[in-house]
Nanobody, 126 residues
Framework: QVQLVESGGGLVQPGDSLRLSCTTS???????MGWFRQTPGKERELVGA????????SFADSVNGRFTISKDNAKNTLYLQMNNLEVVDTARYYC????????????????????WGQGTQVTVST
């Protein structure tokens, strides 16, 4: 069973950038991965996801063009680069992993993921 640990959250101003990291206890190359976020009273929503191969990504419309995802297999780490942050990006961010044989499929639903980290808080405020 893989364990996921997020880091890199914090308090930033609108327009700033932030990079979140998610370190896995297993081989990240065996997993499709995703970033999700949640605010109080709302359902967890997809931010973006990356295939097991690392060759394809998919993002929510609200962050497309501002956020990127990457995997470093040597470090067993997933990254979420967030640029031009907006107040509405304030949320707790979670990384998730799914062990799969599918190299090129992007998993977009939270219920498709078996493994979750504890989350890291991102607050965007003036």
């Amino acid at each position: 069973q893989v364990q996921l640990v997020e880091s890199g959250g914090g308090l930033v101003q609108p327009g700033d950038s932030l990079r979140l990291s998610c370190t896995t206890s297993g081989r990240i190359s065996d997993y499709a991965m995703g970033w999700f976020r949640q605010t109080p009273g709302k359902e967890r929503e997809l931010v973006g996801a990356i295939t097991k191969s690392g060759m394809s990504t998919s993002f929510a419309d609200s962050v497309n063009g501002r956020f990127t995802i990457s995997k470093d297999n040597a470090k067993n780490t997933l990254y979420l680069q967030m640029n031009n942050l907006e107040v509405v990006d304030t949320a707790r961010y979670y990384c998730a992993g799914k062990e799969t044989y599918a190299d090129y499929y992007v998993f977009r639903r939270p219920d498709e993921y078996a493994y979750w980290g504890q989350g890291t808080q991102v607050t965007v405020s003036t």
